[in-house]
């Protein structure tokens, strides 16, 4: 028989599943995901600070900036002087498809399909034969300013469909997908031409020839769930990286700082490499964390001393082990769905763990009672970078990348542990605690 205990602990991790669900369907784009991130730091008291305005900063007090509508740094104060940064850092970007400017295209007075361009590392195949929404936002305005407006047509949009085997004998073989040809989505007949942007005005509630710009990509419409015999796993898209950034923010609107300024660190353009002013190579986290230091009457050489005596823990999922291609795992260091956070270890620091901040992100999770286990590439399969390596370029303070174990990374649909989610939860409240 269940304890007490053990029912309000499922319980809790039933109800964290259906949160991170809600989130990341709701969040289509880093726009969206922002967006919702800001609703839950408005929720728990934070106020919104202006990049462009004068900043006040109190002790105890609770503050967000957002950068481009896609990366977003939330802080909070102790009522003691602090003796550094305590971050956590996460990505809202995942690969997809881009809409180019003047979109349409017509085909043979027949069809009307888009003409769009890939967004970061993606299998292309996995968007093949699938309902696909486009969202994403629009800008208006004039002289006086721009205005910002969210838009997701949250319906059966599009698809990009096959090539049927009859007209391709050597599709099971293995086939190149060529982005211009083979992965346009049609979108109606061809009389739909210009009805588009008139139903994305629409929602904005602005006429068509209002928008100046825009930003739109289509995404994929499947939802998250949980699949498996005992409920092991879950499914669903962009669990790369939303599902760090979900954890990260929740544990940042639920603890209180004490010695530590915490901070949870969202950025876009991870999928593209982070140069962006919005990116981990900005100056955006450099910025916000010298301004804080300056509102605290601290000059450079306290804020350099905050930096020395700082830790940023760099979010982003890892590869588990396959369960068909085991040969593709490291020899020894071969994480799996539902076995902990993954520390990630690579030689020529593509990642930016060492010695030191691996054994205080260990300490975090034995404190927490989460579960942790190493990951590394095989020597010969190069691995991608984080935000860790990236972003200490502009900001030099102590660094582990983690991440939680999954597969299939930047299919759009992925499959990761129903049981890690608590422990990342649990450690990143231990770590803001």
Same mark, same amino acid.
Not at 117 to 141: F, Q, V
Not at 356 to 364: G, N
Not at 396 to 415: C, F, K, N, W, Y
């Given at each position: 028989? /269940?304890?007490?205990?053990?029912?309000?602990?499922?319980?809790?991790?039933?109800?964290?599943?259906?949160?991170?669900?809600?989130?990341?369907?709701?969040?289509?784009?880093?726009?969206?995901?922002?967006?919702?991130?800001?609703?839950?730091?408005?929720?728990?008291?934070?106020?919104?600070?202006?990049?462009?305005?004068?900043?006040?900063?109190?002790?105890?007090?609770?503050?967000?900036?957002?950068?481009?509508?896609?990366?977003?740094?939330?802080?909070?104060?102790?009522?003691?002087?602090?003796?550094?940064?305590?971050?956590?850092?996460?990505?809202?970007?995942?690969?997809?498809?881009?809409?180019?400017?003047?979109?349409?295209?017509?085909?043979?007075?027949?069809?009307?399909?888009?003409?769009?361009?890939?967004?970061?590392?993606?299998?292309?195949?996995?968007?093949?034969?699938?309902?696909?929404?486009?969202?994403?936002?629009?800008?208006?305005?004039?002289?006086?300013?721009?205005?910002?407006?969210?838009?997701?047509? @949250?319906?059966?949009?599009?698809?990009?469909?096959?090539?049927?085997?009859?007209?391709?004998?050597?599709?099971?073989?293995?086939?190149?997908?060529?982005?211009?040809? @083979?992965?346009?989505?049609?979108?109606?007949?061809?009389?739909?031409?210009?009805?588009?942007?008139?139903?994305?005005?629409?929602?904005?509630?602005?006429?068509?020839?209002?928008?100046?710009?825009?930003?739109?990509?289509? $995404?994929?419409?499947?939802?998250?769930?949980?699949?498996?015999?005992?409920?092991?796993?879950?499914?669903?898209?962009?669990?790369?990286?939303?599902?760090?950034?979900?954890?990260?923010?929740?544990?940042?609107?639920?603890? /209180?700082?004490? @010695?530590?300024?915490?901070?949870?660190?969202? +950025?876009?353009?991870?999928?593209?490499?982070?140069?962006?002013?919005?990116?981990?190579?900005?100056?955006?986290?450099?910025?916000?964390?010298?301004?804080?230091?300056?509102?605290?009457?601290?000059?450079?050489?306290? $804020?350099?001393?905050?930096?020395?005596?700082?830790? +940023?823990?760099?979010?982003?999922?890892?590869?588990?082990?396959?369960?068909?291609?085991?040969?593709?795992?490291?020899?020894?260091?071969?994480?799996?769905?539902?076995?902990?956070?993954?520390?990630?270890?690579?030689?020529?620091?593509?990642?930016?763990?060492?010695?030191?901040?691996?054994?205080?992100?260990?300490?975090?999770?034995?404190?927490?009672?989460?579960?942790?286990?190493? $990951?590394?590439?095989?020597?010969?399969?190069?691995?991608?970078?984080?935000?860790?390596?990236?972003?200490?370029?502009?900001?030099?303070?102590?660094?582990? @990348?983690?991440?939680?174990?999954?597969?299939?990374?930047?299919?759009?649909?992925?499959?990761?542990?129903?049981?890690?989610?608590? $422990?990342?939860?649990?450690?990143?409240?231990?770590?803001?605690?």
């Amino acid at each position: 028989m /269940e304890s007490e205990m053990e029912q309000t602990k499922q319980t809790e991790h039933t109800e964290q599943l259906q949160d991170l669900f809600t989130f990341i369907d709701g969040s289509p784009t880093a726009f969206h995901a922002v967006d919702n991130l800001e609703k839950m730091l408005e929720g728990a008291g934070y106020c919104r600070l202006e990049e462009k305005d004068a900043w006040t900063i109190e002790k105890r007090g609770k503050y967000y900036v957002n950068r481009n509508d896609s990366s977003v740094i939330a802080f909070s104060i102790p009522e003691k002087m602090p003796k550094g940064f305590h971050m956590i850092a996460a990505h809202s970007d995942s690969p997809c498809f881009k809409l180019k400017e003047k979109p349409e295209i017509t085909v043979d007075e027949a069809y009307l399909k888009l003409n769009v361009e890939k967004y970061g590392g993606m299998i292309l195949s996995t968007w093949l034969d699938r309902p696909l929404s486009i969202a994403g936002r629009l800008i208006a305005g004039d002289r006086n300013g721009m205005k910002s407006f969210l838009v997701n047509l @949250d319906s059966d949009t599009a698809i990009i469909p096959n090539l049927a085997i009859h007209m391709n004998g050597e599709l099971n073989k293995g086939f190149e997908y060529n982005p211009q040809t @083979d992965m346009e989505p049609v979108i109606g007949e061809a009389s739909a031409k210009e009805k588009l942007f008139d139903m994305l005005a629409a929602q904005a509630g602005i006429s068509k020839e209002e928008i100046l710009g825009s930003d739109l990509f289509l $995404y994929n419409r499947d939802k998250c769930r949980v699949v498996g015999i005992d409920d092991a796993f879950i499914a669903g898209p962009r669990l790369d990286d939303l599902e760090c950034a979900f954890a990260a923010m929740t544990a940042m609107v639920n603890e /209180e700082p004490e @010695d530590y300024i915490n901070l949870c660190v969202v +950025l876009d353009n991870e999928e593209v490499g982070s140069g962006t002013k919005q990116g981990a190579a900005s100056t955006f986290l450099q910025d916000v964390l010298i301004r804080i230091c300056g509102k605290l009457d601290m000059g450079a050489e306290e $804020y350099r001393r905050m930096i020395a005596e700082s830790f +940023l823990i760099s979010a982003d999922n890892a590869h588990a082990m396959h369960p068909n291609h085991g040969e593709k795992a490291d020899v020894t260091n071969r994480p799996r769905m539902n076995g902990g956070i993954v520390i990630k270890y690579h030689g020529s620091q593509r990642y930016a763990t060492d010695a030191y901040s691996a054994a205080v992100m260990k300490d975090i999770c034995s404190r927490a009672g989460a579960a942790y286990q190493p $990951y590394a590439n095989r020597s010969d399969i190069a691995g991608g970078s984080t935000l860790g390596n990236i972003s200490t370029a502009q900001v030099s303070v102590r660094t582990v @990348d983690i991440g939680l174990a999954q597969l299939a990374m930047h299919s759009a649909v992925e499959t990761a542990g129903a049981k890690d989610i608590a $422990y990342l939860i649990d450690a990143f409240r231990t770590f803001y605690r």
